[in-house]
C-alpha cells in the first residue's frame, strides 16, 4: 500500500455528496438507537428495572436529549454563527445554561405527563422516582440549586451526541476546504495554461520569423544545414502546436524542444559568441516526464536580453538528469542599464506559478541577478 493512500481517498473523497439526507436520517437514527439499547440496557442491568418501565424512562431521556440537540444545532448555532465574532461568542456561552434549563425543563414536563398515567418505576434503586418527580413544583425542578446539582448529569448525557455532531460538521469543513482549494488550483492552472498558449502564440510567430529569414540566406548561401534546420524547425513547431498541450511530456522530447531552440537561436549570432549548450546524461531521462515548455522563458530571455553586454558577452546552458532529478542551470551577461530591471516579465512569474503548482515541495529555483550576469538555477525531483 502507498503511504499516499490515505491521503488520496481523502482527497477524492466527496462528503456532501456521502453524506446526503437519506444518510443523515439513517446515521442520526443509529446514534438515537445505540444511545438507546446502552441506555435501556443500563436501567436494567445497573438499576434492577423491569423491562417495560425501562423502556418508558428510555424514551423519556431519549426526547429530552434530541429535543436539545436539534434545537441547539439547527436553530441557535445557525443564529449565533450570522453575527459578529463577539455577538457568536456571547450566543454560545450563553446557549450552555440555556440548553441545560431546557433539558430540565422538558424532563419535568414528560414526568407530569408521565404521572397522571399512572407510570412509576416499582422496583429498584429508583423506585417512586416519577411520583416523587411530579410533587416538585416548575420553579423548585428547576430552581438554580438544582440544576447545580444536574448539571454534570445533563453534560455528560449530551456531550456524546454533541461530540459526533462536531466531528461530523468539522468532516464537512475540511471537506469544503479541499474542494475550494482544488477549485482554485484548478482556476490558476487554467490561467496558467492561457499564459503558456499565449507564451507558445509569441513563439510561433516571433521565431518563425527570424528562423525563416536564417533559412532564406542558407538556402542563398546552398549552406548543407539548410535541410537539418528545416527538420528542426519542422519537430519544433509539431512539439509546440500538438505535443506541448498536456500537463506532462517525456523528457526527451523537451530536451530536444529546447536543444533545436537553442541551435536555431543560435544561428542569429556570429560563430565567434559563446553560446554553449550542454545536455548530459541522456540515458538517464527514459520514462521521465516535465511540465511542457517550463524553462522556455528563460532560455528566451536569455537571447533577449543576453549578449548585449559592452565587456564579456555569453550564454552558457547546461542540463543534466541524475536519479530522476532535472538540473537546469542558464547564464547570460546583461547590460548594466538593464541590472536594475525586470529581467524576464510575465514568463519567470508564469514558471514560477507551474512550478509551486506542479511540483510543490519537489523543486528548488534560485534566479541571481549578480552584476553583469543573469544566472537562473533550478532543481525539479521528476516522476515516472
Not at 90 to 116: E, G, K, R
Not at 310 to 329: A, G, P, R, S, V
Not at 330 to 345: A, C, P
Request: neutral net charge.
Amino acid at each position: 500500500m502507498p503511504d499516499n493512500y490515505f491521503a488520496n481517498k481523502i482527497d477524492t473523497f466527496d462528503f456532501n455528496q456521502f453524506y446526503n439526507k437519506k444518510r443523515r436520517l439513517l446515521f442520526h437514527s443509529i446514534m438515537w438507537l445505540l444511545f438507546a439499547s446502552f441506555l435501556l440496557l443500563s436501567y436494567i442491568l445497573a438499576y434492577d428495572i423491569p423491562l417495560f418501565h425501562s423502556i418508558i424512562l428510555t424514551l423519556r431521556m431519549a426526547i429530552c436529549n434530541m429535543a436539545v440537540f436539534y434545537i441547539f444545532f439547527y436553530m441557535l448555532l445557525p443564529k449565533a454563527l450570522e453575527g459578529g465574532k463577539i455577538k457568536a461568542i456571547i450566543l454560545l456561552v450563553l446557549s450552555i445554561p440555556f440548553c441545560i434549563y431546557l433539558w430540565m425543563a422538558i424532563t419535568y414536563f414528560i414526568t407530569l405527563v408521565y404521572n397522571s398515567l399512572g407510570f412509576d418505576v416499582p422496583t429498584g434503586e429508583l423506585k417512586g422516582i416519577i411520583s416523587k418527580a411530579a410533587e416538585q413544583s416548575f420553579t423548585q425542578a428547576l430552581s438554580f440549586k438544582r440544576v447545580l446539582s444536574q448539571i454534570i448529569i445533563v453534560i455528560s448525557l449530551l456531550s456524546p451526541f454533541f461530540f459526533v455532531k462536531i466531528l461530523f460538521e468539522i468532516f464537512r469543513m475540511y471537506d469544503r476546504t479541499l474542494k475550494l482549494k482544488e477549485q482554485k488550483m484548478e482556476m490558476e492552472i487554467q490561467n496558467i495554461n492561457m499564459e503558456k498558449d499565449f507564451l507558445k502564440a509569441q513563439l510561433n510567430p516571433h521565431f518563425l520569423f527570424n528562423t525563416l529569414n536564417n533559412l532564406y540566406s542558407l538556402a542563398i548561401k546552398k549552406d548543407n544545414q539548410t535541410p537539418e534546420v528545416i527538420l528542426n524547425l519542422s519537430e519544433m513547431m509539431s512539439y509546440t502546436l500538438y505535443e506541448s498541450n498536456t500537463e506532462k511530456v517525456p523528457l526527451d522530447k523537451e530536451l530536444d524542444f529546447i536543444k533545436n531552440y537553442f541551435e536555431l537561436e543560435k544561428m542569429r549570432y556570429p560563430a565567434d559568441k559563446n553560446i554553449q549548450i550542454n545536455i548530459s546524461d541522456r540515458g538517464n531521462t527514459s520514462g521521465l516526464y516535465i511540465a511542457p515548455l517550463l524553462t522556455f522563458s528563460c532560455i528566451e530571455n536569455a537571447f533577449k536580453y543576453g549578449l548585449r553586454s559592452q565587456k564579456e558577452q555569453f550564454i552558457l546552458l547546461d542540463i543534466k538528469t541524475e536519479n530522476n532529478t532535472f538540473y537546469f542551470q542558464l547564464e547570460n551577461d546583461i547590460e548594466i542599464m538593464n541590472q536594475d530591471q525586470s529581467v524576464g516579465g510575465i514568463g519567470l512569474k508564469n514558471m514560477r506559478k507551474r512550478l509551486a503548482l506542479l511540483y510543490p515541495e519537489q523543486h528548488e529555483l534560485r534566479i541571481e541577478n549578480t552584476g553583469n550576469r543573469f544566472k537562473v538555477t533550478l532543481k525539479i525531483v521528476l516522476e515516472n
